[in-house]
């Protein structure tokens, strides 16, 4: 089991960036797989971005690519996602999830989940 803490949310302009990061208790981190969610108001959480076990693996839903990026430390147990060129439909809760399988490219896998963080980004 693992237990996720976000962190690095906040508020910025459009055309800005925010690192966000996830930290992991627990001492399966390493073979798990890594994800960030979002959910607007008023909208379903959609996945974000996906990053495999060992992060030989990356995956981004198609309107972040090229803008987001995640990556992992295993040796500190913690997962960032880094945003760039952020726009207002940015805005959201952003969510750590963690995936036993270790792939993390399949959103229902995702099983473990932090407690969100705020990004708001205005225009």
């Known amino acids: 089991q693992v237990q996720l803490v976000e962190s690095g949310g906040g508020l910025v302009q459009a055309g800005g960036s925010l690192r966000l990061s996830c930290a992991a208790s627990?001492?399966?981190?390493?073979?798990?797989?890594m994800g960030w969610f979002r959910q607007a108001p008023g909208k379903e959480r959609e996945f974000v971005a996906g990053?495999?076990?060992?992060?030989?693996?990356?995956y981004y839903e198609d309107s972040v690519k090229g803008r987001f990026t995640i990556s992992r430390d295993n040796a500190e147990n913690t997962v960032y996602l880094q945003m760039n060129s952020l726009k207002p439909e940015d805005t959201a809760v952003y969510y750590c999830?963690?995936?036993?399988?270790?792939?993390?490219?399949?959103?229902?896998?995702?099983?473990?989940w932090g407690q969100g963080t705020q990004v708001t980004v205005s225009s």
């Open positions: 999830a963690a995936d036993p399988s270790g792939w993390g490219n399949r959103p229902p896998a995702f099983n473990y």
């Open positions: 627990g001492r399966t981190f390493s073979t798990y797989a």
């Open positions: 990053i495999s076990w060992g992060g030989g693996r990356t």
